[in-house]
């Protein structure tokens, strides 16, 4: 398994300003996601994090407003930008291996005021 | 359109009962589905993945059913604990898409002592 390390855990934002959110792994991995969950949902993807290349966004989901970075195969990050109290939400990261099962880091619980 | 449910009503059940629960999905042909454990403020934890040339898989306490007829995984949980107090996520892969995971929404399950 994984150790996945998220910062920040939690933030409170303005609306219209921008947070970038880090996500860390202890070993290198191929892939990288980061979700969504809104206040009592389930998860739903943002995007496959691909290193050295543009991330994959799921449908509803856009570069402009959600830039992630993935220098690395240990790191990535998801920028939510110019937001809004809607995007109050907990973002995660996880990483697959080879097996196909999934590890979640702790997440970040981010307010939009 | 493709559904994945999970009942959406907490199950409450006594220590030391089995706590079973369900997940149906509709139009989607997983290869393998996946049950994962979330507490409150933490991303969820991989616990058990059950593939569809599987009946069934076992883990301590844990039993997992896939029925591909039936489209449905029924999720065992037995001599219960309070510590066993969690709520649970089904997720498949959606082979149409890239084999990605979807997840269900989750049943939330309260063991009292």
């Known amino acids: 398994s994984a150790v996945i390390s998220q910062k920040p855990s939690r933030d409170i934002c303005q609306r219209g300003t921008s947070l970038t959110i880090q996500c860390q792994v202890d070993?290198?991995?191929?892939?990288m996601f980061w979700y969504r969950q809104q206040p009592g949902q389930s998860l739903t993807l943002i995007a496959t994090?691909?290193?050295?290349?543009?991330?994959?966004?799921e449908s509803g989901f856009v570069i402009d407003k959600f830039p992630i970075s993935r220098p690395n195969l240990t790191f990535s990050t998801l920028t939510v930008s110019n937001m809004s109290p809607e995007d109050s939400s907990i973002y995660l990261c996880?990483?697959?291996?080879?097996?196909?099962?999934?590890?979640f880091g702790p997440g970040t619980r981010l307010t939009v005021t | 359109s493709q559904k994945i449910e999970q009942n959406s009503e907490a199950l409450n059940i006594q220590e030391g009962k089995t706590a079973t629960l369900t997940c149906n999905y509709t139009?989607?042909?997983?290869?393998?589905l996946q049950w994962y454990r979330q507490d409150p403020g933490r991303g969820p934890v991989f616990l058990l993945l059950i593939r569809e040339n599987e009946k069934e898989k076992r883990k301590e306490r844990l039993k997992v059913t896939f029925d591909t007829t039936l489209k449905q995984s029924l999720f065992h949980i037995t001599a219960s604990q309070p510590a066993d107090s969690a709520t649970y996520l089904c997720a498949l892969d959606d082979r149409a898409a890239g084999n990605k995971l979807t997840f269900g929404g989750g049943t939330r399950v309260l063991v009292k002592p």
């Open positions: 139009n989607y042909s997983p290869a393998y």
């Open positions: 996880s990483v697959e291996y080879v097996s196909s099962e999934q590890y």
């Open positions: 070993s290198q991995v191929t892939m």
């Open positions: 994090a691909n290193q050295g290349s543009e991330a994959t966004y």
